[in-house]
């Protein structure tokens, strides 16, 4: 029987009715909201295309149950942002013409953003240590770092 989860997704509630509470909160996510920033890449936690905040921190949905969501602050590359007014690491990421596919940037940014908001300024090592374990096949490492010391810059 079908179970109902209650997310409260970038500021907005929800109710959704889940077959399984396991199901991971990407799938709740593109295929239940229609929120599609968050990507399906590896599906095991290994690559960070499925990048969102859970209480601020970020989070691979694809390897997070639904049920564990509930009741939690989530927050997709949609929520961090608008067009009209960008987060700097958004920003950032457009000035320095980051993305080639684009496939991974949710990751990366939602990654950028939380250790942006923990350390306002920090250094190249700390950038690099803070999205360890990220994936872009496209080879775009070291315009995501510029870009990160952009943001920190401007924010
Ligand atoms: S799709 Fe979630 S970590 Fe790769
Ligand atoms: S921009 Fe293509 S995988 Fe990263």
């Given amino acids: ?92 990421f457009v000035e320095e013409q980051v993305p080639q596919c684009g496939y991974c940037i949710n990751g990366w940014i939602m990654t950028a953003a939380a250790l942006l908001r923990d350390t306002p300024h920090p250094t190249e090592a700390q950038i690099r240590d803070g999205l360890l374990g990220l994936k872009c096949r496209c080879g775009t490492h070291l315009a995501i770092i510029r870009a990160v010391k952009r943001a920190a810059r401007t924010a």
């Avoid at 997310?7 to 109710?15: C, I």
């Avoid at 229609?34 to 209480?55: E, T």
């Avoid at 921190?57 to 390897?63: D, E, G, L, T, Y």
């Fill in 1 to 92: 029987m079908a179970q109902r989860i209650r997310l409260e997704v970038n500021g907005k509630p929800h109710d959704i009715a889940v077959d399984d509470p396991a199901m991971p909160l990407l799938y709740a996510l593109r295929d239940e909201l229609g929120l599609n920033n968050p990507h399906f890449g590896c599906g095991l936690g290994q690559c960070g295309a499925c990048m969102v905040h859970v209480d601020g921190q970020p989070v691979r949905s694809c390897v997070t149950p639904v049920s564990q969501a509930q009741g939690r602050k989530i927050t997709t590359l949609a929520g961090l942002g608008t067009p009209e007014h960008p987060h700097p690491i958004q920003q950032a």
